[in-house]
């Protein structure tokens, strides 16, 4: 078993000049393959609204759907970093709301870190608290899902002076405050460097060019699972969608043709049985049939 991934590992890899690799994972046995592959760290998204549950934004996940998701994602890894997203309204009213929520994801999920969006007052006031309190916490810049109404859509953030300036500032915010990490989604390249460059924390882009120091996707989204629609920044590495519905078109047809199962996908008694229980029922025996159901 490989040793266990930390936030001093993502520092260790920043100086080295290492990319980090990150990843989604909503289940068990995706982590377990996410694990296997020696993925750096594992974001249970709020992403799995969409994704999972098949809601039209991230907004309509809740905390327990969130902790319960986390869970079954722990018990698969044994090496990755686990980290959590805070959903939509568990950490926006106050900084008792954050910490309940937070330690939720630390304390029943067993999750090593929570991710939140944006660099407000009360933001960067969580961020503190989680951190003095042994809880790292993984920052979220750019296009930020969870504000999707307020940024008028999916729209790539950043693209102004104006606005880069303010990326980079929240992101200096968002290390002084102790985040450990930033996620820089939908963040024009060049920007995404100079961010990368100023932070000592190490940057992971979605959407944000390579100059990031790590980067992540949407696992569906990777391997063509999840087909609703593809961002322009998705690369694709496999077509599941396909061949998982083919494999179901061709079990089906076995099954209407009884081609499945087998006989060696079946269980037979033995001759000696199969008399003797053709005897207890009162049925003519025939050596060369059996009774099945």
Same mark, same amino acid.
């Given at each position: ?46 992403? @799995? ?17 969130? &902790? ?24 926006? &009213? ?29 933001? @960067? ?30 729209? !790539? ?16 915010? @968002? ?28 940057? !992971? ?28 920044f998705v690369r694709r590495y496999a077509n599941l969608s396909e061949v998982c519905q083919n494999a179901i078109e061709n079990y089906a047809n076995d099954v209407r043709t009884a081609a499945f199962p087998n006989a060696g996908e079946s269980f037979a008694l033995s001759e000696d049985e199969n008399t003797r229980l053709h005897e207890l029922l009162g049925l003519p025996h025939d050596s060369h049939s059996e009774i099945s159901c």
């Amino acid at each position: 078993m490989s040793k266990a991934i930390s936030t001093l590992t993502f520092q260790k890899y920043k100086r080295e000049g290492r990319k980090i690799v990150c990843l989604t994972a909503y289940d068990y046995s995706t982590a377990k393959i996410l694990d296997k592959a020696g993925v750096d760290l594992i974001l249970v998204g709020d992403s @799995l609204a969409m994704v999972a549950l098949g809601h039209q934004t991230t907004h309509a996940v809740t905390m327990d759907e969130m &902790v319960h998701h986390t869970r079954a994602v722990t018990r698969g890894v044994q090496s990755a970093f686990v980290v959590a997203d805070l959903p939509f309204m568990s950490y926006q &009213v106050d900084v008792i709301q954050a910490i309940t929520n937070a330690g939720r994801f630390v304390k029943e999920a067993q999750a090593h870190a929570v991710k939140l969006e944006g660099a407000t007052k009360l933001n @960067l006031e969580v961020v503190e608290r989680l951190v003095s309190m042994g809880i790292p916490v993984m920052g979220h810049l750019g296009f930020t899902p969870q504000s999707i109404h307020a940024l008028g859509g999916n729209r !790539v953030q950043g693209r102004s002076a104006e606005e880069a300036v303010r990326l980079i500032h929240d992101a200096q915010a @968002l290390e002084d405050a102790g985040c450990f990490s930033v996620v820089l989604e939908m963040v024009p390249a060049a920007v995404a460097v100079m961010i990368s460059e100023k932070l000592k924390i190490p940057t !992971v882009g979605i959407g944000a060019g390579a100059g990031c120091d790590g980067q992540i996707l949407v696992t569906d989204d990777l391997l063509g699972k999840y087909t609703d629609f593809q961002p322009r920044f998705v690369r694709r590495y496999a077509n599941l969608s396909e061949v998982c519905q083919n494999a179901i078109e061709n079990y089906a047809n076995d099954v209407r043709t009884a081609a499945f199962p087998n006989a060696g996908e079946s269980f037979a008694l033995s001759e000696d049985e199969n008399t003797r229980l053709h005897e207890l029922l009162g049925l003519p025996h025939d050596s060369h049939s059996e009774i099945s159901c």
